[in-house]
């Protein structure tokens, strides 16, 4: 006889816990929603079961060393009370610095033309700060050994526009190196024309693209490997949040990059809303939000979180909510 009943999808983060083969995972979301505070939690709870553990913050409004109640910098540092769990606030924008940028490399002083034609060409190149942005993440994390790295992002527009990079700059680059191949005698010619000087920076400059090229080919295939790499988005139930929560698992389902784990937080769970005209109304309209987060996500581990009376905050607090993630909350 076959069941009518619906499957469904655990309604806890154990799916992240238990797969052992990850090594990247995105935590993101609308600013506002709790994502640091997720993201705190799942890297606890991944020191218990990982060998050495990093939460990385790449927004530039860092909350880690809020979170924590302790100085988080640019450096690794051991989250107090775990000796497995290491913790760093990252600017790439700002650390960009630690690479070798395109206008060092293309500059040549004191000669307006040969700089006004490499100018040129560096800028009328969109996205290539990001792209080294993100090429300076990834030989940073290589450089590092840690078993899993839990990202906390930066509201959703930025955290798109970070994983869409590789597949958006690596076409353009392509572009780069086919018109080098195509006009590679006359691009000589000009070098000849312009002295040795302007030849050797503008190999240079070829050279940076195609290694730029193979470096970000090689991150769009970790972003694209689910078994290393997944994303988690956090929302809360309100219109602006869910609506850029669709937004985002629809730009990550175009990337091809895993996403199966929708938390929902600040979710108001009263056992007598009766009694409250406001927490009545609220649960209302919470209950409409929600409603659609099943319906459109059916397919995915959808983990409820009741709101908190308190802020989160100091590894103690942040290990007690981390319970919410594994754990079925259901009441509304």
């Known amino acids: 006889m076959e069941s009518n009943e619906v499957f469904k999808f ?12 990850l090594k990247w995972i995105f935590v993101g979301g609308k600013g506002g929603v709790g994502k640091t505070t997720v993201s705190s939690s799942l890297a606890i709870l991944l020191s218990k079961v990982r060998e050495k553990v990093l939460i990385i913050s790449t927004d530039p409004a860092h909350n880690l060393s809020d979170a924590f109640g ?29 690479i070798e940028k395109l206008n060092e490399i293309l500059h040549v002083e004191g000669q307006k033309k040969k700089e006004g034609l490499l100018s ?3 800028n009328s190149f969109p996205g290539i700060d990001e792209a080294n942005n993100l090429k300076y993440i990834a030989s940073l994390l290589d450089n590092l050994n840690y078993d899993i790295v839990i990202f906390d992002t930066a509201p959703t527009g930025h955290t798109l526009r970070l994983l869409e990079m590789p597949n958006i700059i690596g076409k353009s680059l392509q572009k780069i190196i086919e018109l080098k191949l195509q006009f590679g005698s006359i691009i000589d010619s000009m070098g000849g024309i312009l002295g040795s000087e302007f030849d050797q920076k503008l190999n240079k400059f070829f050279s940076n693209m195609n290694s730029l090229k193979d470096s970000l080919e090689k991150i769009s295939e970790r972003f694209k490997d689910a078994d290393k790499t997944t994303f988690i ?3 809360i139930p309100e219109f602006l949040s869910v609506y850029e929560t669709e937004r985002l698992i629809e730009s990550l389902f175009k990337e091809n990059i895993d996403i199966r784990n929708v938390i929902v937080n600040q979710v108001l769970m009263c056992d007598n809303p009766d ?5 009545k109304s609220r649960m209302k309209m919470q209950k409409k939000y929600l409603e659609r987060i099943e319906e459109m996500f059916e397919d995915f581990h959808i983990i409820k979180i009741p709101l908190q009376k308190n802020e989160i905050r100091g590894p103690k ?7 919410f993630l594994l754990e079925k909350n259901n009441k509304n």
Do not use: H, W
């Not at 655990?10 to 083969?21: C, F, G, H, L, Y």
């Not at 302790?70 to 630690?98: A, M, R």
């Not at 009694?275 to 927490?279: E, F, G, L, V």
């Open 275 to 279: 009694k409250c005209r406001m927490c």
């Open 317 to 323: 607090n942040i290990e007690n909510f981390s319970k």
């Open 10 to 21: 655990e309604e806890t983060i154990q799916n992240i816990i238990d797969q052992k083969t």
């Open 233 to 235: 988005a956090v929302c």
């Open 120 to 122: 040129t060409m560096e």
């Open 70 to 98: 302790q100085k988080i910098g640019k450096q690794p540092t051991q989250i107090k009370g775990y000796d497995n769990l290491f913790g760093l606030e990252l600017d790439p924008e700002k650390d960009i610095n630690n």
